[in-house]
T-cell receptor, first 115, second 114 residues
Framework: GAVVSQHPSRVICKSGTSVKIECRSL??????MFWYRQFPKKSLMLMAT?????????EQGVEKDKFLINHASLTLSTLTVTSAHPEDSSFYIC???????????FGSGTRLTVV | AQSVTQPDIHITVSEGASLELRCNYS??????LFWYVQSPGQGLQLLLK??????LVQGIKGFEAEFKRSQSSFNLRKPSVHWSDAAEYFC????????????FGSGTRLSIRP
């Protein structure tokens, strides 16, 4: 079946540095990639939707300059947390789809800790 | 606005007992509905989905869900739970637009009593 490989699974970084999270669709072309953030014991909050080759659409309240999303190819999307602060510590999950509502494949998530 | 409600934050059932997790949605058209399971620190695994057709949907791991339009519900059921079913369960609805984004419910944590 469809697989989205997300790396790294865990990352610890110092406050003020930037961190890049990658999601690769291994056996399908993800025309759309969704990025979610999940706080402890909470649900998934959609951060942004990115379509291959175009700018990401951010949800209200999400800082586009802090969370940079790139979707340069049909198999790779990246989320860069810039100038990370402890409040950015969270679990980030990506989800890819070929389009339409019948195929969403989630990555395994990235636990980001900013110290 | 579209929304998904999971009224139960935490449920505990005995191993071998039956399970029903509730989900209600608010959406004008026929929704695309999903149930996902998440183990601690892990990503999401799709249990089952409903798009159209038979309103009783069979999924993996012995789970099933029934779409009831009159009640705007999509409850998840399992006749006999196993200790390995302990996890967080999310109901979700796809907003079928050009973005086709998924909206998640707040989740129900399932604990299994030995």
């Amino acid at each position: 079946g469809a697989v989205v490989s997300q790396h790294p699974s865990r990352v610890i970084c110092k406050s003020g540095t930037s961190v890049k999270i990658e999601c690769r669709s291994l056996d399908f072309q993800a025309t759309t990639m969704f990025w979610y953030r999940q706080f402890p014991k909470k649900s998934l909050m959609l951060m942004a939707t990115s379509n291959e080759g175009s700018k990401a659409t951010y949800e209200q309240g999400v800082e586009k300059d802090k969370f940079l999303i790139n979707h340069a190819s049909l198999t790779l999307s990246t989320l860069t947390v810039t100038s990370a602060h402890p409040e950015d510590s969270s679990f980030y999950i990506c989800s890819g789809t070929t389009g339409g509502a019948d195929g969403y494949t989630f990555g395994s998530g990235t636990r980001l800790t900013v110290v | 606005a579209q929304s998904v409600t999971q009224p139960d934050i935490h449920i505990t059932v005995s191993e071998g007992a039956s399970l029903e997790l509730r989900c209600n949605y608010s959406y004008g058209a026929t929704p695309y509905l999903f149930w996902y399971v998440q183990s601690p620190g892990q990503g999401l695994q799709l249990l089952l989905k409903y798009f159209s057709g038979d309103t009783l949907v069979q999924g993996i791991k012995g789970f099933e869900a029934e779409f009831k339009r009159s009640q705007s519900s999509f409850n998840l059921r399992k006749p006999s739970v196993h200790w390995s079913d302990a996890a967080e369960y999310f109901c979700a609805v796809a907003v079928y637009s050009s973005a086709s984004k998924i909206i998640f419910g707040s989740g129900t944590r399932l604990s299994i009593r030995p």
